[in-house]
């Protein structure tokens, strides 16, 4: 991004407002925006721009038709000592975890092990956010979830997965926190947008269009067309893990059961979550964060040259001290959205 597109250089408070003032103009509570906010304006910041601002007007879409319920109050119920079961009344994914934010701490005190099944939510955002608070405060949390039928199985023509992204987080000694976000398709939904906008050929094997035959145009993936799973059959077998996890045990629905209906231009999949927490002390080792760290060592040693989620800290640090740069065009459309306006089809 060239300087003469930046218009400013906002910290990550600044964005947060602005992003929080978008929301309840668009029908959200309070709480919701203030989570929504933070999440997307993290996003931004860390440099992960699938899931920043570009993500804002389809927020705005799936809140102005009615497709999501922006003041929703999820229901949290405790099903025996370590499961933690959550309706998200149709309303987003990250306040409804929220809200069970002390039942999963007391299931950790208790048992050592949360599991949370989330149905009935709208995920619209990287999976990173959810579980790297987690291993902050020394937990292993891994999370599923699945979404809207973007992704066909392996050898097939028609979509049934959605990109189905698997997060995990672990605390490492003297170091960040081991954070793994990655689709299960060969890539981010969000990023076949980006190649869009820019006119840009997809890598080979990415996806298919409507018919079915293979494509680079990202266009036609988005036209009726789809992604491809990563690894083939084995990356569609565990697609196929993530949609049942996910969309099955929560009790919520499968990626193709997804049916806007009436509320033609929604874009948030409405679908199911999985998360399990862990307390890695009362699995037999003492010492889980530097026996991380040993494995963190031997892996850069071997010629690893990153670790996941490091460009992230690194855009996040870089980004705390100059600002998050946005582009002139983006700003006034967030500007516009601040006022109750209509988002652009980006």
């Known amino acids: 991004m060239t300087d003469e597109l930046l218009a400013v250089r906002m910290d990550f408070d600044e964005l947060v407002l602005l992003l929080r003032k978008i929301f309840i103009s668009h029908g959200t509570s309070a709480f919701v925006a203030d989570i929504l906010a933070a999440n997307c304006a993290g996003c931004e910041r860390d440099g992960a721009l699938s899931h920043g601002i570009f993500r804002m007007p389809g927020y705005v879409a799936s809140l102005k038709t009615g497709w999501v319920d922006g003041r929703a109050d999820a229901e949290v119920s405790l099903v025996s000592p370590s499961f933690i079961r959550i309706d998200a009344c149709n309303g987003f994914a990250q306040p409804a975890l929220a809200a069970a934010a002390g039942a999963i701490d007391e299931a950790i005190e208790r048992t050592g092990v949360a599991v949370v099944a989330i149905r009935n939510s709208h995920h619209f955002s990287a999976l990173w956010p959810d579980v790297e608070p987690f291993a902050r405060k020394g937990l292993v949390a891994i999370s599923f979830v699945n979404g809207l039928a973007n992704v ?39 990023e076949v947008r980006l190649h869009a906008l820019d006119n840009q050929p997809l890598p080979p094997g990415t996806g298919v269009d409507s018919s079915g035959a293979a494509t680079t145009d990202p266009h036609a993936v988005l036209a009726g067309g789809a992604l491809n799973t990563f690894g083939g059959y084995k990356g569609s077998s565990i697609a196929l893990m993530v949609e049942l996890l996910a969309g ?13 209906g009436h509320c033609v231009g929604a874009q948030t999949p409405k679908a199911g979550q999985l998360l399990i927490v862990i307390d890695p002390d009362r699995g037999g080792s003492t010492d889980f964060s530097q026996r991380a760290a040993l494995l963190c060592k031997h892996l850069v040693e071997a010629g690893q040259d990153r670790l996941p989620g490091a460009r992230r800290y690194k855009n996040r640090h870089t980004t705390q001290t100059s600002g998050i740069p946005i582009a002139k065009n983006a700003l006034s459309e967030l500007l516009q959205m601040a006022t109750g306006g209509a988002a652009s089809s980006s």
Do not use: C, K, R, Y
């Open 152 to 190: 066909v199985p392996h050898g097939g023509h028609t979509a049934v997965f959605g990109t189905n992204p698997i997060a995990f987080a672990t605390p490492v000694a003297d170091a960040e926190p081991l954070v793994v976000d990655q689709a299960t398709s060969v890539m981010a939904n969000g």
């Open 248 to 260: 099955a045990l929560t009790g919520g629905q499968l990626s193709f059961e997804n049916d806007f």
